[in-house]
């Protein structure tokens, strides 16, 4: 049995993590891949719940590192779908560091991906038309990320368009 469609909030995932020497490079500061690797499976979390299937990354828009974030803190991550369209959704992720002695969190990165529902041939699958409801907040989040999905699908035009040469 199918589950109801559910709601952006419903969407939700919170997850930590704490920063260990394998995530480090020599400066003791967490690699930058490793924080897009925990920011790729925070969201994947989140598009699984909203599509109710399996799903695929198909984009990561930029990266800004804003805060270096040192070995022993802890990463907090805090994704959320912001809009679905046909098989594709923007998935937000927010991320702080925390310091686990004084408690003090700094906003170090924040991220917009885009993950594809699949069908069990690994093609593109219909998902749930997106609700935002009458959360203000929602319904803001909604309308820029469909700003930010016509500057990613220009891009992607015009790089597949290089490909052809
Ligand atoms: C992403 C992928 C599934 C798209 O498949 P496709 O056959 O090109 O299908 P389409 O062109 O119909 O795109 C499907 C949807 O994805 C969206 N999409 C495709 N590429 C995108 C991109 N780079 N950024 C944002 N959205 C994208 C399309 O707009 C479309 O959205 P919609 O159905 O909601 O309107 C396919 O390119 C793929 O499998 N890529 C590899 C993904 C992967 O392996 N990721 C892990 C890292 S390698």
């Known amino acids: ?5 559910l709601s952006p909030r419903d969407t939700r995932v919170e997850m930590t993590q704490i920063v260990l020497p394998t995530h480090t490079n020599n400066h003791g500061t967490v690699f930058g891949g490793q924080i897009a690797a925990w920011i790729d ?6 598009a699984q719940r909203y599509s109710q299937g399996p799903v695929v990354t198909a984009s990561i828009d930029q990266l800004h590192f804003m805060a270096a974030v040192k070995q022993g ?5 805090r994704s959320q779908v912001n ?7 923007e ?20 991220a917009y991906t885009t993950f594809v529902a699949l069908d069990d041939e690994g093609h ?11 959360d203000p907040e929602a319904r ?3 309308e820029q990320a469909g700003m930010r999905r016509q500057i990613r699908l220009e891009m992607r035009r015009r790089r597949q368009a290089a ?3």
């Open 1 to 5: 049995m199918s589950r109801p469609v």
């Open 41 to 46: 499976i925070c969201a994947a979390v989140s």
């Open 73 to 77: 803190m802890i990463v907090i991550l």
């Open 83 to 89: 809009m679905a369209w046909r098989s594709s959704m």
């Open 91 to 110: 998935i937000g992720v927010r991320i702080e560091a925390e310091d686990p002695i004084t408690g003090r969190r700094e906003h170090c990165c924040s």
């Open 124 to 134: 593109p699958r219909p998902i749930a038309p997106f609700d935002p409801g009458d």
């Open 140 to 142: 803001r989040r909604a």
């Open 163 to 165: 490909d052809r040469g």
